[in-house]
């Protein structure tokens, strides 16, 4: 089992930054990949980023590319989200997931929240126009 507890959100203005933590305990952290999702009301849940552990290979939906960064901490049993220059449709509930690092899959595989075993309870991050 592992279990993940997410921080770092809150109230910030459109083109401010926070970054989330994903503080994980239980089973070896190290060997699972790591994912953070969001969801929006009224809209389904949808991929964010992703990092791996067998190679630190890092994935993330257009949306986000060039604004948000996925990285993690092994020695701290920790991933983060580092999201800058924030917009009003960033607001949603994020999660971060852990799941099997699949060396031999392709990127995409990381894309989907089924392929992953663990979720935390979520954050909230709402950007202010």
């Known amino acids: 089992q592992v279990q993940l507890v997410e921080s770092g959100g809150g109230l910030v203005q459109a083109g401010g930054s926070l970054r989330l933590s994903c503080a994980a305990s239980?089973?070896?952290?190290?060997?699972?990949?790591m994912g953070w999702f969001r969801q929006a009301p009224g809209k389904e849940r949808e991929f964010v980023a992703a990092?791996?552990?067998?190679?630190?290979?890092?994935y993330y939906a257009d949306s986000v590319k060039g604004r948000f960064t996925i990285s993690r901490d092994n020695t701290k049993n920790t991933a983060y989200l580092q999201m800058n220059s924030l917009k009003p449709e960033d607001t949603a509930i994020y999660y971060c997931?852990?799941?099997?690092?699949?060396?031999?899959?392709?990127?995409?595989?990381?894309?989907?929240?089924?392929?992953?075993?663990?979720w935390g309870q979520g954050t909230q991050v709402t950007v202010s126009s």
């Open positions: 997931a852990a799941g099997p690092d699949r060396p031999y899959y392709s990127g995409s595989y990381y894309y989907t929240g089924g392929n992953y075993d663990y």
């Open positions: 990092i791996r552990w067998s190679n630190g290979n890092k």
């Open positions: 239980g089973r070896t952290f190290s060997s699972y990949a």
